[in-house]
């Protein structure tokens, strides 16, 4: 089943170039079913970009979802035009009397800032308030999963001495979870962060547990034990070149950045990266639509 998307959502092409199944909402207004209302608040420079990346993942099941693109007002976006977000965002006030099944808060390059110093600290923290009650299950990534933990759990994050910045093996604590229905043994997956949560400080919350961690890259997947949130610090949205793209602009901007881990085919950065990470990409987004969204969500949902 489709994502229902803006007729004129630049994603759209790039999606249907790559066979990705999407549907305009000319047409999805004709079928006679409710689709999952998912919002993405979209804290990422390159709007565009994320936004591709995260309707790509929600495209593969077979649910028919509405996507509703969310920005912070407290911040005005460099690297987006105003135009865009005039014609396919809406902001908090937008929204803020209805209800969504899904969220999803995506990582923002911010992480070394302390989070009250963050320009819409005060707004995002609203928005997580209001997604307690409003919202059936959202799921955070990277620093939006930081940004939430401190919120929720007080659990702070923690300056690496360099960059997370790679491919890294990953295991699975509980096969049974739901959330990582599927996945293998041992998958991959990509990140990109200079701070960490302590695997200790999840544990430790009577409300939390822990899904899935990394012996190098740490704590991966955590989540509430009532569903309503889920925290995954890497990108397994991230297509295939999207680390060398980083790469390439930590380098421009004269940062002194390793190579990625086990990205380019033998450390060359001129060699093509593989995408090793898709399957287990889809199903992530996949499952948590599926046991934390779909099969939890009310049919009215107002």
């Given at each position: 089943?489709?994502?229902?998307?803006?007729?004129?959502?630049?994603?759209?092409?790039?999606?249907?170039k790559e066979?990705?199944?999407?549907?305009?909402?000319?047409?999805?207004?004709?079928?006679?079913?409710?689709?999952?209302?998912?919002g993405?608040l979209?804290?990422?420079?390159?709007?565009?970009?994320?936004?591709t990346?995260?309707?790509?993942?929600l495209?593969n099941?077979?649910?028919?979802?509405?996507?509703?693109l969310?920005?912070?007002?407290?911040h005005?976006?460099?690297?987006?035009?105003?135009?865009?977000?005039?014609?396919?965002?809406?902001s908090?006030?937008?929204?803020?009397?209805?209800?969504?099944?899904?969220?999803?808060?995506?990582?923002?390059?911010?992480?070394?800032?302390?989070?009250?110093?963050?320009?819409?600290?005060?707004?995002?923290?609203?928005?997580?308030?209001w997604?307690?009650?409003?919202?059936?299950?959202?799921?955070?990534?990277?620093w939006?999963?930081q940004?939430?933990?401190?919120?929720?759990?007080?659990?702070?994050?923690?300056e690496?001495?360099?960059k997370?910045f790679?491919?890294?093996?990953?295991?699975?604590?509980?096969?049974?979870e739901?959330?990582?229905?599927?996945?293998?043994d041992?998958f991959?997956?990509?990140?990109?962060?200079?701070?960490?949560?302590?695997?200790?400080d999840?544990?430790?919350?009577?409300?939390?547990f822990?899904?899935?961690?990394?012996?190098?890259?740490?704590?991966?997947i955590a989540?509430?034990?009532?569903?309503k949130h889920?925290?995954?610090?890497?990108?397994?949205?991230?297509?295939?070149?999207?680390?060398?793209?980083e790469y390439?602009?930590d380098?421009?901007k004269?940062?002194?950045?390793?190579?990625p881990?086990?990205?380019?085919?033998?450390d060359n950065?001129?060699?093509?990266p593989?995408?090793?990470?898709?399957?287990?990409?889809n199903?992530?987004?996949?499952?948590?639509?599926?046991y934390?969204?779909?099969?939890?969500?009310p049919?009215?949902?107002?």
């Amino acid at each position: 089943m489709p994502v229902n998307i803006p007729d004129t959502l630049p994603a759209s092409e790039v999606l249907k170039k790559e066979n990705v199944f999407v549907m305009h909402q000319s047409r999805a207004i004709t079928q006679d079913i409710r689709p999952l209302r998912i919002g993405i608040l979209n804290l990422m420079p390159l709007k565009e970009t994320t936004e591709t990346h995260l309707i790509r993942m929600l495209s593969n099941t077979p649910l028919q979802v509405e996507i509703v693109l969310l920005y912070t007002k407290t911040h005005t976006p460099k690297h987006t035009s105003i135009e865009h977000l005039q014609s396919f965002y809406k902001s908090f006030d937008d929204i803020e009397h209805k209800k969504l099944d899904g969220l999803i808060i995506t990582g923002a390059p911010i992480e070394r800032l302390p989070f009250e110093q963050v320009l819409y600290w005060n707004e995002l923290t609203k928005i997580l308030d209001w997604a307690d009650s409003h919202v059936t299950s959202t799921l955070h990534i990277c620093w939006g999963a930081q940004a939430a933990l401190y919120h929720y759990y007080g659990i702070q994050k923690f300056e690496l001495a360099e960059k997370l910045f790679g491919i890294f093996t990953h295991t699975v604590h509980d096969k049974t979870e739901p959330l990582v229905r599927g996945f293998d043994d041992e998958f991959l997956a990509p990140h990109s962060r200079f701070t960490y949560t302590r695997r200790e400080d999840i544990i430790a919350c009577k409300d939390l547990f822990l899904v899935s961690e990394s012996q190098e890259a740490g704590v991966y997947i955590a989540a509430s034990k009532n569903k309503k949130h889920v925290f995954v610090t890497g990108h397994s949205e991230y297509d295939p070149l999207t680390l060398r793209e980083e790469y390439v602009r930590d380098l421009q901007k004269g940062e002194n950045i390793a190579i990625p881990k086990n990205y380019f085919p033998h450390d060359n950065p001129k060699q093509t990266p593989k995408h090793r990470w898709k399957s287990h990409g889809n199903l992530l987004f996949g499952n948590w639509l599926n046991y934390y969204v779909y099969q939890e969500t009310p049919f009215k949902l107002e």
